[in-house]
């Protein structure tokens, strides 16, 4: 898989069958987009590619936006690569670009620099300053700049359109089922293990911190997940706890993980936290000994939880 960044591409994956969007997590709905982008490149004999932004254009436009992303960046391109997309194009997406008008990317992005033979978009794509640009833009030109536009209704599953959007609302409410099934996968957090202050071990938990970075924020509590460590595929049962610590009056929210079966030191290692299932939400203790007890019977449950499938 070829992976550009800008619109100037090698002229042999140019007249390509090319799907826009922002395909933050390649949800079922972004995989519908490529299935029958796909389908119309190989009828055609010509190239599968995508056009995609970074950062997230919402990012862009407003810096206050710090936890959003359902995947990061290294992650899309990997689930992308999953799907079998010949080539990626992946925008800068700055003060410069966000100043062009929708016409003149029509004109000199897409036709002058890419001249694909099929375009595919979701039926609520916008584009261009103010986001002017739609559906309705790309089909009045589409003859003029040369490209069938394929307008790809939106995928529901039990009548309701699946999203981004959703998919973060079910994250947020500690709905890790729902969020894991428009996914098709399961959903996971990927960072490096710090230092903490070693709370965990104190309270007879030994648990690595990740750093959350840009990832949406799910629903404080404690989570049943499953840890790869490194390159490693072999899964370690967990239970992970989201939250700013209120029994310790902490401020800053945290992702800690006890890894069962697991003592060596991990400080500085890769891992993926996969989350499988909510427990409980997050609650302020009167003590450490009631946090402890309570601990206890977490890692009970969480232990439960591992019973659910780990989609990869």
Known sequence: MKIFKSA???????????????????HQGHQKVFRETKRIAKKNKVKFGILTFT??????????????????EAQKIDFLKKN???????????????KINALDFIKNTIYKKINPKLLAVSSNFRFGRNRVGDVALLKRFSKKYNYKLLNIKPYKINNKTIS?????KYLKSGN????NKLLSRTWFIEGVVMKGKKLGRKLGFRTCNINIKNYIIPKHGIYSVKVMIGNKKNAYGGAAYMGARPTFDGQKVFLETNIFNIKKNLYKKKLRIYFLKFIRKDQKFKDSKELIKQMNNDVILAKKGLKTKLVL
């Open 55 to 72: 950062p997230l254009p919402v990012m862009f436009f407003n810096k206050k936006i710090k936890n959003y992303r359902l995947a990061s």
């Open 176 to 179: 890790i089922y729902l969020a």
């Open 164 to 168: 981004s959007t959703k998919i973060r």
């Open 84 to 98: 079998k997309v010949d080539f990626i194009i992946n925008i800068n997406f700055n003060k410069k670009f966000s």
């Open 8 to 26: 100037n591409i090698l002229k042999n994956y140019r007249e390509s069958a090319l799907a826009i969007g922002n395909f933050d997590g390649v």
